[in-house]
């Protein structure tokens, strides 16, 4: 009897679980779905890939990332018939996201793949019939139209990817009035109360799934705005920022953990997860989570979200009470190059000026505003072109400290300082050398030239509730630090 039992119970486990290949994917195409982590029983992969499999119609709420289509994109690729094109509707901003996901599923099949950025090439394949799945946006598609270059007549499957991010959703009405009847229509969106209508003008009779949406967390949560190619290296800087104690970094697939692996180092070693999240650690969301994970990933410690763009709408929806997270961007780095210039005025006022400079520019102070003719002055250096090429830069830069009036028993840190210096004063972070942070206070090794501007817009700054006096520390200048300093040196994070 007991036997028994436990034979039955196998076989319904054994039952229970489908693989791929019971979902009507080819051996191809579900190795790599595997390979992407997804697996037959996830409830996206078990309701959309079988769906659109079998040529049937599927309105999916998902997060507006291209990782989560791609059990359904796998199933429209699976299907693709001879003399009827696949068309994947996508935005302009992840065109890249979604032609990496497609040639990745494609690869081991026959489906010939073309991700249009333009007309051109697209054009004379789809004239030269060798292409069945074109990956491309609404205004590339309709300009194919135009261009008698795409019969909508012949397109078997349409995927439409989140219609709320396009840019003129209205765009969309030539191209499906022309598309068949009995063409599949898939449509991801990531917006839950949009789907019925969604379901009624481009896929009646369509099977209806979705990912939790619509959950809001209530706790804070950071987020970082970044582009989608420009996503593992913001996960990089966010790393460096925070120097987190334990990290976990969760993504909707695997299809970067390779990426994320190098960018994210060693130390500590980072949980690369697609799951859950373990307890007692920051979060890094590499993809969009939906609600329901986003609360499990809050659950585990503090949580930041990398924010391409167009999903901020999404972002807005779960997160109650984001948190922008600033990187370092083209501002900062021009703030760092002005001040490089300024300590270069500073040093030569040091140094002295020329008779010859002096006579020349001072009968200019009688006639005009000082303020002036210095700005004047500024811009002739600024902008002029060098006659000859410059020299080579030294060896090695000298170097200074700068003394900071903030130290251990403040609560100060290295990193808390290098973000000072990067975030609020906007000096570069490689030119940061060694940071000493004694009782009281703490010494930061920088450029000689850049030393004084440096300590003079730190002097008065706020550090751990309390204001700090900074100043050139008027010890011997270096050109560089032995690595084996004295006690309580510490790098910078």
């Known amino acids: 009897m007991v036997r028994g039992l436990a034979m039955s119970t196998a076989l319904h486990l054994a039952w229970s679980v489908p693989s791929f290949e019971d979902l009507h994917l080819q051996p191809s195409i579900a190795t790599a779905l595997r390979d992407l982590g997804w697996t037959p029983d996830d409830h996206l992969a078990k ?36 003399g009827r094109y696949g068309l994947v509707l996508v935005p302009g901003l992840q065109l890249e996201e979604w032609g990496g996901l497609t040639h990745r599923l494609a690869r081991g099949s026959n489906a010939r793949v073309e991700v249009a950025r333009g007309t051109a090439r697209a054009m004379r394949r789809l004239r030269a019939d060798s292409l069945d799945l074109l990956v ?12 008698s270059a795409l019969p909508m007549e ?50 009646r009779k369509a099977l209806t799934v979705g990912a939790g949406t619509d959950i809001t967390s209530s706790d804070p949560v950071r987020t970082v705005a ?6 593992v290296r913001a996960l990089g800087e966010v790393i460096e920022l925070l120097d987190p104690p334990a990290l976990a970094v969760w993504t909707a697939d695997r299809q970067y953990h ?8 060693s ?33 585990s410690g503090e949580v930041v979200l990398l924010v391409p763009p167009g999903t901020e709408a999404y972002v807005a929806r779960i997160a109650a009470k984001p948190r922008p997270l600033l990187l370092p961007g083209p501002v900062d780095q ?13 040093q030569a006022i040091e140094n002295g000026q020329s008779n010859r400079a002096l006579l020349t520019i001072a009968p200019l102070f009688e006639r005009h505003d000082p303020t002036l003719v210095a700005a004047a002055l500024y811009r002739l250096w600024s902008e002029s072109t060098p006659t000859a090429a410059p020299a080579a830069p030294p060896a090695a830069q000298p170097t200074t400290r700068i003394w900071v009036g903030v130290g251990k028993k403040d609560g100060a840190n290295p990193n808390e300082l290098v973000a000072v210096l990067t975030k ?11 940071i000493e942070l004694r009782d009281a206070y703490s010494l930061i090794e920088l450029p000689a030239q850049e030393a004084e501007p440096v300590a003079s817009a730190l002097n008065g700054r706020t550090i751990r509730r309390k204001r700090v006096l900074a100043r050139v520390d008027r010890g011997p200048s270096r050109s560089s630090l032995s690595a084996s300093g004295s006690p309580g040196r510490a790098r910078r994070g």
């Open 226 to 231: 970044t582009s989608w190619p420009g996503r």
């Open 154 to 203: 012949s397109v078997g499957s349409l995927l439409l990817a989140w219609p709320e991010m396009l840019l003129d959703e209205e765009a969309m009405t030539p191209l499906m009035q022309d598309l068949p009847k009995d063409a599949q229509r898939l449509v991801y969106t990531s917006e839950a109360d949009r789907a019925p209508a969604l379901l009624e003008r481009y896929a």
């Open 424 to 434: 609020e004063l906007g000096v570069d972070r490689s030119k940061i050398g060694r």
């Open 334 to 346: 021009a703030r760092s190059v002005e001040a490089a210039r300024r300590a270069t005025i500073v």
């Open 258 to 265: 390779s990426a994320i692996a190098e960018v994210a180092g």
């Open 136 to 147: 491309t946006t609404p205004e590339t598609a309709l300009g194919l139209i135009t261009r």
């Open 47 to 82: 309701d959309a890939a079988p769906t659109a499999a079998r040529g049937h119609n599927l309105v999916a709420t998902t997060p507006p990332v291209p990782a989560y289509a791609a059990p359904g994109l796998a199933g429209m690729i699976n299907r693709l018939e001879s």
């Open 267 to 299: 130390q500590p070693e980072p949980v690369l997860t697609t799951g859950d999240a373990p307890p007692g650690v920051t979060v890094i969301a590499f993809d969009l989570p939906s609600g329901a994970r986003l609360q499990q990933l809050r659950s």
